[in-house]
C-alpha cells in the first residue's frame, strides 16, 4: 500500500530578515544604557565637588585655605586625621572600616543625622529653627565646654534636627532636650556628629559662624589631613547583580544557556552542504571599446578622437552622397547642402581638421557629427 | 544530533528550573538529567536514514529557457510515521523552487515532493549526493547521513531561431517540388525526373530523345544537389567569451550552428560540426540523419569559451584531413582584428582555394548604439570616437576577408543565424558549391 503524505513548508525567509528583531533589540539596549548610565556630577546636595548652591566645594577649599590638606575619596586611609561624612551612603564593610579608623585616633565628623554614625535623634519635634533662650531666631549658640568651639559664636543650622545627648557625650548648641552637635569618644578617636549639614553647603557657608565652625570642627590647628567621604553613587556598592539575582533565577539563566548550546548543536550541522558550481566569464562584448574609450579621455587625446569622429562621418557622407571618402570637404558640404540642405558651412566646420581645445568643444563636435549624419541619411 | 525541539523543550524547562522546590542547584541536574534521558532514548530509537529508501526523478535533458519538474521520494519501511528532512544537490544555477525539503512519510507508506527548475545555463549538471536527516519518535534527536544517488542532467542550449528554421526549410521545399516558380538562377542543376510537357516549361528542358520515344513532349526536371557537406567550425576561444546581448557571444554561435544544421540536414545535405580552440573540443562528423541536430547539440551543450587563443590553423588541418571533399564552411567566430590578423587571415587561402567559406560574427548592439549616440558628456564623446574606431576597424577586416574569397555574415544578435541560413540558401540555389 501507498500512502501519499504531505510536505511541509519551507521556510523562505531570509537569515537577515530573522535576525533584524535581534540586533534592534541590542541597539535598543546599548542606547539604553548610554542615556541612562552616565553619572550625573553637579546635582547631589552636599557633594564636595559640586559648586551648585546646596554643594560643598567651599567647604574642600575652606579646609585648604586654612593649611588642611583635604582628599575627596570613597575610604578612609590610616594617615588621615579627619573624616568628614556630610551624606552617609557606606556600605556595612565601609561604615565597619569607618569605625575601626576612629578607633586607632581619628576624628570623624558626621552631618548626617540618620546615619548609623551619628546617636539617635531627640524626642519631640524634628523641627529645630533657633535657641529660643538667646532670642536668636535661627541662630544657635554653643553653649558648651569643647574648647574647640571656644571661638565659634552663633551658627546657622536650617532644616537641621536635635540629636539625643547619651551618656558619656557631650552635647553643644542644645536646643529641648537634644543638642545640633554631640561629640563622643569612641575607642582612640572621636565621633562629633551633626544635626544636619546645612551649615556646610556652599550657600551657607558664609553665613553667621557657619565657616568658624567648620574650620574649628575639621582643621583646627592647620596640617590636619581630612578626608571628606565621598557621597557614592547608587549603584557602587560592593554587592553586584549576581549577588541581587536571586539563585533560581540563576539556575533558570544557566538552564537557557544550555537551551542556547543545544540551539547551536541543532544549527551547527547543516542540511547539505552548499553546492559550487564554476562561474561563467562575466565579461561584456563592449568592455574593450569602453576602456579604449577611457583610456582616450585619460589621456586627454581630444585629436585623436576628433579625428575618428571627422572619420566617420566622412564615410558615412561618402556613401550616402555617392563621392569618394578622400572628396574634399568643400564639395561634400555642397553635396549634402544640395541634398539635404544641411547648411554647408556646417559640415565643413566638422570636417576640417582644426584642433580640439577643450572637452566641450569635442563633445559639440561629436553632436554635431551625429546630427549631420542623421539629416543627410533622412534626406536620401 | 539535537534538533530544535530539543533546544525548545530546554527552554522550556528553565522554568521547572527555576520553580524546583530547594536551594541548592539540584533542580537544574534533575531537570536537565531528565531531557538527557528522554533524549538518548529518542536518539536510540530513530531510523537509520540509510533504512529510508529515497528516489530521485529528474528529466535526463532540459533546454535552456523551459522549465522541467523534479521530484523526490521517500519510502518508509517502519511502520511508525516518520519526519525527513532531504537536500539535494542542485547547483543555484539550476534555479530550483528549492533543494531542501521536509516530508511527514506515513508508516509502510511512501511520500513526495517536487519542484520546480529553470536553468540558468547550459551544460552538465552531475548530481551525486543526497543529504537524509530522519527524526526519532519524539522528535527530540535526528540523524543525519549522506546517501550516494549519483545522477547526470543535461541542459541544452536554445535553439531560438527554430522558428525561422522551419520557416526556411519549408520555403525551400516548396521551391523544390515546385509549387512555386523558382528564383534566381535556380531550379538546381542534377538530375531529377522526366514529366509531360506543361505550358511554363522552358523549351530548353525538353528531352528529345525522351519525346521521340514517348511521342509527346517530354521535359526533364532538375533539383538543387543534394548531399552537399556543410561545415560548421565554432570558435570556443577567448573572442567568444564576452557578452553581447546578456549571453556570450558563444550562444549566438550555437544558435546559429543548430539553425544550419537543422535546415541542411532537412534540405538533404550533410551537416557536421568541428568545435575549437588551442585544440579541437568536438567532433560530429557530417551526416543528413534527421539526428543529426541532436548530435551537434550534444556535442555542444557542455562547451564553456576556454580563455585561450584560438588554433585556427590546427583547426582547419584538422578539418580538412577528416573531410576532404569540397564543402560550405561556416567558421563562427569573432572578427576582432588582433586576433584574426595572425590566425585566420594567414590561415584562410589554404581553404578557400578548395572550399566556400562563410565567417559568421555577431555584432555588439550595445557598440553600435554608442556609435550612433548624441553625447552630452565628454565621456560619451570619447566612447562614441572608441566605436566608432572599433566600428571601422570592423569593416575594414570584412572588407579584407571578402577581398580573399570568404563570404561574411556579421549580423546583430538573432539575426546571425538567420542571415547565415540564407547565405547557405544562396550558395545552394545557385549551384556554387
Redesign the interface.
Known sequence: ????????P?GAKSALVRSLPLVGLGLAVVVLALLTGGRRTDGEPLDPRSTAPLGARALVLLLERFGARVEVAGDVAPRDTTAVLLVDRLGEAARTRLRQWVETGGTLIVADPMSDLAPALAPGDAGLFGDEEAGDGDLLRPRCPLPALAEVGRIEVPGAVPLRVGPGATGCFPVDDGAYLVARPMGGGVVVALGGGGPFVNRQLDDADNAVLAVSLMAPRGDERVVVLEPSAPGSGREGLSDLVS???K??????L???G??A??RA?R???P?L??Q???????????A???L??QARRRD???T??R??LR?SLSELLGLPVDAPPAVMAEAAAQRAGVPPGQVADALAPTPVPD??S??R???LV??LRKEVSHAR | ????R???V??G???A????PG?S?L??LV??GLVLVVALVDWALTVRPAAVAVERELPAVVTLGQSARIMWWVGNPGGRRL?V?????????LRAG?????????G??????GTDIRPA?RGRFELRE??V?VEGPVGLMAR?ERRMLPATMRVYPQFASRDEAELRINRARILQIGLRSAQGRGGGTEFDSMREYGPDDEFRRIDWAATARAGKPIVRTYRAERNQTVLLLLDNGRVM????ADV??LEHAMDAVMMLAAVATRLGDRAGLVAFDREVRAVVPPSHSAAQLTRVTEAMYSL??E?VESDYEGAFVETLARFRRRAMLVILTELAEQALADTLVPALPLIVRDHLVVLGSVQ?P??VA?????????????????????L?ERRRLVGRLRGMGATVVDAPPGRLAPGLADAYLKVKATGRL
Do not use: C, H
Request: hydrophobic share 50%; aromatic share 4%; no cysteine.
Open positions: 500500500m501507498t500512502v501519499v503524505g504531505t510536505a511541509a519551507a539563585r533560581r533565577v539556575d533558570a539563566l544557566w538552564q537557557l544550555v537551551a542556547f543545544l540551539f548543536l541543532w550541522r542540511l547539505g552542504r553546492v558550481e564554476p561563467p566569464v562575466q565579461l561584456a562584448g563592449s568592455e574593450l571599446v569602453g579604449v574609450g577611457n582616450l579621455q585623436q578622437a576628433a575618428m569622429l572619420a566617420q564615410r572637452d566641450a569635442l563633445v563636435l561629436a553632436q551625429e546630427s | 544530533m539535537p534538533t530544535g530539543l533546544a525548545a530546554a527552554a524547562s528553565s522554568v528550573v527555576g520553580l524546583f536551594d542547584t533542580g537544574l531537570v536537565n519526519r528532512s532531504l537536500a539535494d544537490e542542485l547547483a543555484p544555477s528549492r533543494r531542501r525539503l521536509t516530508l511527514i512519510v506515513p509502510r507508506g511512501r511520500a513526495g515532493a545555463r543526497m543529504v536527516r543525519q567569451a564576452g557578452r553581447v556570450p557571444r564553456q569559451p580563455l555588439d550595445a557598440v554608442s556609435a550612433n549616440s548624441s553625447p552630452d558628456s565628454p565621456a560619451g564623446s570619447y566612447a562614441k570616437a572608441a566605436a566608432v574606431a572599433a571601422e
